[in-house]
């Protein structure tokens, strides 16, 4: 069980938006403004999308962006592309004892 | 470009202990950085395994008995070593470099699958 939780899927049409969702705690995610989003798509490595909650690493995409709110970090995809298709991950910096977790993963499907 | 390659033993039999390396180009791991191990089982999410940093190491609280992760800056790698295993343990592993200001992993290995089977 993961430690924090994801809608299992999400589907949208190209050219919609989407958002995923990744629920945490008051010790994780609540806490602090280190939530990072993993694209992954079969067989490959995953790819970092967003850190530190709202940031884009160089060569993603504007279509991507974080947000929070409480315990409650999302994904939003806007303009959704077929190449979009894939797992989404959420991660959270979650302590000094803990340190890292993801959520459980979001297949996201492009009707 | 930051580049991560990891290799080892694609087989391990079970109660042995599974051995991985990472050879890092294009970046000093002495430079900076956290450099770790994450895994993920077949057709299942991510799971974090810990990190090495110039002052230590931290690990998954939950197979932080069995693990251990070391550092050779001679050669600009790193190590996993991971004890007693089991079929649980059957996994693609990936090794990533964390960034210690933001615990988010911006490069990644490739991957390698370890089957822990007898």
Not at chain 1, 92 to 111: D, E, I, M, R
Request: net charge positive; charged share 10%.
């Amino acid at each position: 069980q993961s430690a924090l939780t994801q809608p299992a899927s999400v589907s949208g049409s190209p050219g919609q938006s989407i958002t995923i969702s990744c629920t945490g705690t008051s010790s994780d995610v609540g806490s602090y403004n280190l939530v990072s989003w993993y694209q992954q798509h079969p067989g490959k490595a995953p790819k970092l999308m967003i850190y530190e909650g709202t940031k884009r690493p160089s060569g993603v995409s504007n279509r991507f962006s974080g947000s929070k709110s409480g315990n409650t970090a999302s994904l939003t995809i806007s303009g959704l592309q077929a190449e979009d298709e894939a797992n989404y991950y959420c991660s959270s910096y979650a302590g000094s004892s803990t340190y890292v977790v993801f959520g459980g993963g979001t297949k996201l499907t492009v009707l | 470009q930051v580049q991560l390659q990891e290799s080892g033993p694609g087989l391990v039999k079970p109660s042995e202990t599974l051995s991985l390396t990472c050879a890092v180009s294009g970046y000093s791991i002495s430079s900076g950085y956290y450099w770790g191990w994450i895994r993920q089982p077949p057709g299942k999410g991510l799971e974090w395994i810990g990190n090495i940093y110039h002052s230590g190491t931290f690990y998954n609280p939950s197979l932080k008995s069995r693990v251990t992760i070391s550092v050779d800056t001679s050669k600009n790698q790193f190590s996993l070593k991971l004890s007693s295993v089991t079929a649980a343990d059957t996994a693609v592993y990936y090794c990533a470099r964390l960034k210690s200001t933001g615990y988010y992993s911006d490069y990644w290995g490739q991957g390698t699958l370890v089957t822990v089977s007898s």
